[in-house]
């Protein structure tokens, strides 16, 4: 389970394979997940010697998480299978639930997916007011042409 394929964001899909109402929504997520991993990848750099792959990277997150007091939870979250399963969000909330009682220890860890969520709000707000806008258009457009009786 690699960090990129532990948040399971919805791929993009061919054009004509889009819902016309979220046509573009895959790809502010796929950036906010791109952030996201840029910046793990920045709190946990290769040791001298050691490889950067996606692998190495996911080791050292799990070292780091392990060596404060939510070992249990962060070692049951490597041990997950299927990071979409019903089994391993509740896991994923557990960790983050401990992380917060533990700011001390898992601050930088916190911060960099408080970033991410909040990148995440900014992103939808943009969507949604660009889909509000575009409904609106229709709406207008749809009775141009009507005279009132």
Avoid at 26 to 51: C, H, Q, V, W
Avoid at 52 to 60: F, G, Y
Wanted: charged share 30%.
């Amino acid at each position: 389970m690699g960090i990129a394929s532990s948040i399971q964001f919805p791929p993009a899909k061919p054009e004509q394979e889009k819902p016309e109402d979220f046509s573009d929504w895959p790809y502010p997520m796929t950036a906010n997940a791109e952030l996201l991993i840029k910046n793990i990848n920045g709190l946990f750099p290769p040791r001298a010697g050691e490889s950067s792959t996606d692998e190495a990277v996911e080791a050292r997150y799990f070292e780091f998480l392990r060596g404060g007091c939510c070992k249990d939870v962060a070692k049951a979250l490597e041990d997950c299978e299927g990071p979409r399963s019903t089994k391993c969000k509740q896991i994923t909330e557990m960790l983050f639930n401990c992380m917060y009682s533990h700011p001390d220890y898992y601050q930088p860890v916190i911060a960099v997916f408080e970033a991410c969520v909040e990148q995440i709000d900014k992103d939808l707000e943009v969507f949604r007011a660009k889909k509000q806008r575009e409904d609106s258009f229709e709406k207008a457009n749809l009775f141009k042409g009507f005279k009132r009786f």
